[in-house]
């Protein structure tokens, strides 16, 4: 089992910054591609930014430079820094990897619980 665990989400004002962190544990064979997405209630839970294993990134078009996500492998950890933040970017976002748990098994998906993001106005 891999376990995801999101942290840094909180409430800031319109034009801050907040940067979370997602790391894994628990016993698994090799983590890709992870990502950020982002849900509101009532709408699909959307891709917001994912980076694969050797670094190479993509960003939803509406936080483009603006949010950076970055990886350290060594330590299982995805990071999002989030800048000029806006209300419009109130969620709640989650933690997303594709992972194998052992070799033999194929790839599967893996959620973090989600971290809440409130931006005022």
């Known amino acids: 089992q891999v376990q995801l665990v999101e942290s840094g989400g909180g409430l800031v004002q319109s034009g801050g910054s907040l940067r979370l962190a997602c790391a894994a544990s628990?016993?698994?064979?090799?983590?890709?591609?992870m990502g950020w997405y982002r849900q509101v209630p009532g709408k699909e839970r959307d891709l917001v930014a994912n980076?694969?294993?050797?670094?190479?990134?993509d960003y939803s078009d509406d936080v483009k430079s603006r949010f950076t996500i970055s990886r350290d492998n060594a330590a299982n950890t995805i990071y999002l820094q989030m800048n000029s933040l806006k209300p419009e970017d109130t969620a709640v976002y989650y933690c997303?990897?594709?992972?194998?748990?052992?070799?033999?098994?194929?790839?599967?998906?893996?959620w973090g619980q989600g971290t809440q993001v409130t931006v005022s106005s």
């Open positions: 628990g016993n698994f064979f090799r983590l890709f591609a």
């Open positions: 997303h990897a594709r992972v194998a748990l052992t070799n033999r098994q194929p790839i599967r998906d893996a």
């Open positions: 980076i694969s294993m050797g670094g190479i990134v």
